[in-house]
């Protein structure tokens, strides 16, 4: 089997596929030690592929999501052509995706067929569905030969946060953390006999209300959590200010709200002070996973079993109605019952168990 020294992998365009994507990059490291992984993906995230330390260096997509840009992803691939790439791995199924690295001239272009890439790959595998029913699967599997064992196992993303970049975040929102809450290295956080008390809540989910647990649930939830001594953190974009807004008023404003206030490597690094973290299907949730955080994961409209959180601490809450997974943005049915039927209560003995 020929031994890949030098790795392009074109990164996908979501924050929660970019962190199982590290699984693939695990794979690469454990099957090739000495190998370099770049990664060629959008500029947001470059600063999760910073805190994975498989990754050498992270080249920016310069194009939005969803801009074809033929004339630019043929330049950006010539500029390629110096590194000396061996191989490239495609994790997107678009055909523009393929564009870049087979203006490169990378000698084995690995991807599925997607949009009928036969010219553009020359390694093309073809997605067997049934039996390789998660993402992170579909990820890996593109790291091993095609004649690999199936379904593979796939290491658990882990995101790698210095004490440094916890220290900056702390004094640049001027945060007071509860006593046991600490960053590395502090005595206190090694007291097995104190609990670190700090909630993070994601309110947000950018697919669509469908993955979107009720604001008045979240909001009891933190009610509940603040009356025993907690903080309360809430995290997501600029799109999920409302929903973090009702979530502090419903709070008389005892949250701590962080959306739309930080950028994305200082959410990872707000949210690794956080020891329990209650949110939806979302990026942040798979975040939260890579940062071995206890997970309590409530699932609507999509499926639990495509997209899980990658962490043996997660519990995730799903009513597994008859009408879900529908993988709607919105209920199709006008009602949502696969959230609201998820009560505050069940959350809230889930964080105590």
């Not at 890439?117 to 593109?142: A, E, H, S």
């Not at 962080?258 to 975040?287: C, I, K, P, Q, Y």
Request: aromatic share 6%.
């Amino acid at each position: 089997m020929k031994k890949y020294h030098k790795i392009l992998v074109v990164g996908p365009s979501w924050v929660g596929d970019m962190v199982m994507a590290q699984s693939l990059f695990i794979t690469l490291k454990n099957t090739h030690p000495d190998c370099q992984i770049d990664v060629l993906a959008p500029s947001w995230t470059l600063s999760l592929l910073e805190r994975m330390p498989e990754v050498t260096k992270a080249i920016a997509l310069p194009l939005p999501r969803g801009k074809f840009g033929l004339m630019a992803r043929i330049k950006l691939g010539k500029s390629l052509r110096s590194e000396g790439y061996d191989q490239a791995i495609l994790l997107p199924n678009s055909w523009k995706s393929a564009i870049p690295p087979f203006f490169a001239n990378i000698p084995v272009r690995t991807g599925y067929i997607g949009e009928c890439r036969w010219g553009l790959l020359n390694d093309p595998r073809k997605l067997d569905k049934k039996l390789l029913t998660m993402t992170v699967q579909r990820f890996v599997v593109l790291g091993l030969p095609v004649d690999a064992p199936m379904p593979p196992g796939c290491p658990k993303p882990a995101i790698t946060i210095s004490k440094d970049r916890q220290q900056a975040v702390i004094d640049k929102f001027k945060l007071t953390l509860p006593a046991a809450a600490s960053v590395p290295d502090r005595p206190a956080a090694h007291s097995p006999s104190m609990e670190i008390k700090i909630l993070a809540l994601c309110p947000g989910a950018e697919y669509g209300p469908a993955k979107r647990w009720p604001t008045e649930y979240y909001a009891e939830v933190a009610r509940h959590k603040i009356d025993q001594g907690w903080q309360v953190w809430l995290f997501g974009s600029d799109k999920d200010k409302a929903d973090a807004a009702q979530i502090n008023k419903d709070t008389s404003g005892l949250c701590t709200d962080f959306t739309g206030r930080t950028s994305m490597a200082e959410a990872v690094d707000l949210m690794s002070l956080a020891n329990t973290v209650v949110t939806n299907d979302s990026g942040l949730m798979h975040v939260a996973a890579a940062l071995d955080k206890k997970i309590i994961a409530i699932y609507g409209s999509s499926d639990p079993g495509f997209t899980p959180p990658l962490n043996d601490k997660a519990q995730v809450i799903s009513l597994n109605l008859i009408c879900a997974p529908c993988f709607k943005r919105e209920c199709p049915l006008g009602h949502t019952h696969c959230l609201t039927g998820i009560t505050p209560d069940r959350v809230l003995d889930a964080i105590d168990g």
